[in-house]
């Protein structure tokens, strides 16, 4: 026993001692003896946590893979632990956020920010928050509320704005985002200061950095270093960046637009031209996307082939009737000759022609709202409302045609000739409202002859019962009621106001103090004959008997 004792008390001190060089290497720098120590460490444990021990080298192992960009194998080593603990689901979250997995990872933060105690709720609170604005991206019309997140620091703010955006809040994000101008130097001073520019985009291009963007970012700052290559004249560096946009992020209407952009740049219109052709002669306007083809149209008007860029406006389905597609075609309505040969659908040219007529009647331009009244008129004889909206305009210009158009109009009795007028008043108005409904007369029930007496009674008109008045204690009816009982206190003959005892010393000390005054001498002193009172009617109120006084009580201490 005592053999057994003094080994565990070496071994005790044996790994007291490792652990202490083991700080000092890892304070040092000197990784390889580190290892050397854990090993030794290692031989010295009994195996009672082999399991604890386990589960925090495979956390060690994953964060290792975590930093050299092996997610998918962090991910895998972490998954095949038996129990995961809190600092475990965070590295989780962080390599399934990395892996552009929001929603895994949303959830796996909501748990650790529930269940943690630590001081890092802020970094914590800072990464859900860009886990939140990834998931608005990806679903703007869900807005996420579950969390109150109070920015408070440069990345909340940074997060905040990037969510804001997604959600089209863009004065919210202008508000809160400080530092949004470094990270848009190519929008800001385009030209101003090219040289800045390529150094920055360079500098968004490192592996450091490329290791923490995701695919959306990357996407991002490809597309503006593409746009600064062609303001430097880099085209090489354009054409490459092109087959980026194409092979690895495949956003091939972005790779076109590049392209129709390089080829100007260097002054080939033409081939621009021929080349959008090519690629737009095999589909149709709806496999056809919107930005490329508001290229081709900008190309053509830039040329001022107007005729081309009218054919390219008006062939866009629905997106022709757009309020900015049509502030272009208007104009370039009035500079094309052949307006009858429009190269779109029916539905669309009725849409297209009703907004241009209605744009110009509502800025009290009658003769062009003609143009487009007459050509709407053609392409739908039929449509009574066209007709009509044009005889409104030629009344204010010919009276004449209006009334030969009104001619034209349908008879009032082929309106009326279908119409059933029995059906009309048979109609159940209480649809339409209380307001018109129609009050019918209430049938009175006769009884049957085999009715009781009981149903008579019960079905009978019922009498409402009149309660049986009250007078008062000692009514006289012989006595008149007192006139001033409704009267408030101080309007009844009988008031006397109440003297103020502050004002009754105000008047000594006035006037004449012993004087006689020569005006007493024409003064008439005689005594007046008294009236009889007259006897005052007692009201009901003065005939109850007078109220007892109160006794004193008598105070303690009055013997004598």
Request: one cysteine or more.
């Amino acid at each position: 026993l005592q053999n057994m004792s003094s080994r565990t008390h070496s071994t005790e001190t044996t790994l007291r001692q490792s652990y202490y060089e083991l700080k000092k290497a890892e304070k040092s720098g000197d990784y390889e003896r580190a290892l050397k120590l854990c090993d030794r460490i290692l031989k010295l444990k009994d195996g009672a946590d082999d399991v604890a021990l386990l589960c925090k080298i495979k956390r060690g192992k994953s964060y290792c893979l975590y930093r050299l960009n092996m997610l998918e194998e962090a991910a895998a080593m972490l998954n095949s632990s038996p129990q995961l603990d809190i600092v475990s689901k965070e590295l989780l979250a962080q390599i399934l956020y990395r892996l552009e997995k929001s929603e895994e990872s949303y959830k796996l933060y909501k748990e650790v920010l529930r269940n943690s105690s630590d001081g890092y709720d802020d970094e914590r609170m800072a990464n859900i928050n860009a886990v939140i604005s990834e998931l608005q991206y990806q679903n703007p019309s869900k807005p996420l509320v579950e969390l109150e997140i109070k920015p408070d620091s440069y990345e909340h703010i940074y997060n905040e704005s990037c969510r804001l955006i997604a959600l089209n809040e863009y004065e919210k994000a202008k508000e809160q985002l400080i530092a949004v101008a470094s990270n848009n130097l190519v929008c800001l001073k385009k030209d101003m200061n090219v040289f800045e520019l390529k150094k920055r985009m360079k500098f968004c291009m490192t592996s450091q950095l490329d290791r923490q963007l995701n695919t959306r970012q990357k996407l991002g700052i490809c597309l503006n270093g593409t746009l600064v290559s062609l303001q430097t004249n880099q085209f090489d560096a354009v054409t490459r960046s092109i087959e980026i946009l194409s092979k690895t992020y495949g956003r091939d209407d972005l790779a076109i637009l590049c392209e129709m952009a390089l080829m100007s740049a260097k002054g080939n219109a033409g081939q621009a031209e021929k080349k959008l052709e090519e690629i737009f002669a095999n589909k149709s306007a709806g496999e056809c996307s919107l930005a490329p083809r508001l290229a081709q149209a900008q190309i053509f008007i830039n040329q001022e082939k107007f005729e081309k860029a009218f054919d390219v406006l008006t062939s866009l389905a629905e997106n022709t009737l757009r309020p900015a597609i049509l502030s272009v075609l208007l104009p370039l309505c009035h500079m094309v000759n052949n307006e009858r040969t429009m190269k779109c659908d029916k539905k669309t040219l009725v849409g297209f022609l009703q907004e241009c007529a209605s744009f110009y009647t509502k800025n009290n331009d009658v003769k062009t709202a003609l143009i487009y009244l007459k050509w709407l008129h053609d392409v739908q004889p039929d449509d009574l409302n066209a007709l009509v909206n044009l005889i409104n305009a030629y009344m204010l210009i010919d009276e004449r045609k209006a009334e030969e158009l009104s001619r034209t109009l349908p008879d009032f009795d082929e309106f009326v000739r279908d119409l059933n007028v029995n059906a009309l008043e048979n109609t159940n108005w209480l649809a339409l409202g209380s307001k018109y409904a129609v009050k019918r007369a209430t049938r009175t029930e006769t009884p049957k002859p085999g009715a009781t007496a009981n149903a008579l009674i019960i079905g009978g008109k019922t009498r409402k019962r009149r309660r049986k008045v009250k007078l008062p204690k000692n009514f006289d009816p012989n006595v008149p009621p007192d006139p001033e009982r409704w009267l408030p206190k101080y309007e009844r003959s009988g008031y006397r106001k109440k003297k103020d005892k502050r004002t009754k010393d105000r008047d000594i000390g006035r006037g004449t103090q012993g004087m006689i005054s020569d005006d007493t001498t024409n003064l008439e002193m005689h005594v007046s004959p008294k009236q009889a009172a007259a006897p005052q009617a007692i009201g009901p109120r003065q005939m109850h008997p007078a109220p007892q006084k109160p006794k004193k009580k008598k105070r303690p201490g009055n013997k004598w």
